[in-house]
T-cell receptor, first 110, second 113 residues
Framework: SQQGEEDPQALSIQEGENATMNCSYKTSINNLQWYRQNSGRGLVHLILIRSNEREKHSGRLRVTLDTSKKSSSLLITASRAADTASYFCASVSGNTPLVFGKGTRLSVIA | GAGVSQSPSNKVTEKGKDVELRCDPISGHTALYWYRQSLGQGLEFLIYFQGNSAPDKSGLPSDRFSAERTGGSVSTLTIQRTQQEDSAVYLC???????????FGPGTRLTVL
């Protein structure tokens, strides 16, 4: 299985702190994507990093990819209460659809 | 609207009844996906369509589950003889190609009494 697995399962931080979430996968990938989910409904795409990229930024988000370790990390800087959500990584290999991990539940306390 | 829509948003049914869930993808998106999410859990992949074809049906939990897509657009997920363990949020997503960014609908919350 190429399922992504996020770590930690849950994370609680104070507003203003940085939050780091990690993701591991098992097979070679074409790209890896991070999504956010609020209130158990639809997911929102945050960022996509391709297998030949090592780092990517989008606003307060920074994603890194280490293909040798088959891992990725999502860093949210200067967190806000509104960042409270579940975060999922999803890996893409070949022509198969995304395979999602179980997610990290982030709580940002004001 | 330009996003993925799903209907109904909520469905309460009695055990043993059949239910049909609908997904309208973003116009032009060739790939469509169905997922299931139980309370506090991750996404469970059910099935995906490339056009009207479903290359991988291995995620369907049992033969009570079926899905179809017509005209490369709307998809329906049918659950026959519902069981209480079918209670979950059913999410649909579409993308411009398999492996590309997925756009999710708001989901259908199914409750089987």
């Amino acid at each position: 299985s190429q399922q992504g697995e996020e770590d930690p399962q849950a994370l609680s931080i104070q507003e203003g702190e940085n939050a780091t979430m990690n993701c591991s996968y098992k097979t070679s990938i074409n790209n890896l994507q991070w999504y956010r989910q609020n209130s158990g409904r639809g997911l929102v795409h945050l960022i996509l990093i391709r297998s030949n990229e090592r780092e990517k930024h989008s606003g307060r988000l920074r994603v890194t990819l280490d293909t040798s370790k088959k891992s990725s990390s999502l860093l949210i800087t200067a967190s806000r209460a509104a960042d409270t959500a579940s975060y999922f990584c999803a890996s893409v290999s070949g022509n198969t659809p995304l395979v999602f991990g179980k997610g990290t539940r982030l709580s940002v306390i004001a | 609207g330009a996003g993925v829509s799903q209907s109904p948003s909520n469905k309460v049914t009695e055990k043993g009844k059949d239910v049909e869930l609908r997904c309208d993808p973003i116009s032009g998106h060739t790939a469509l996906y169905w997922y299931r999410q139980s309370l506090g859990q991750g996404l469970e992949f059910l099935i995906y369509f490339q056009g009207n074809s479903a290359p991988d049906k291995s995620g369907l939990p049992s033969d009570r589950f079926s899905a179809e897509r017509t005209g490369g657009s709307v998809s329906t997920l049918t659950i026959q003889r519902t069981q209480q363990e079918d209670s979950a949020v059913y999410l649909c997503a579409s993308s411009s190609g398999v492996g590309n960014e997925q756009f999710f609908g708001p989901g259908t919350r199914l409750t089987v009494l």
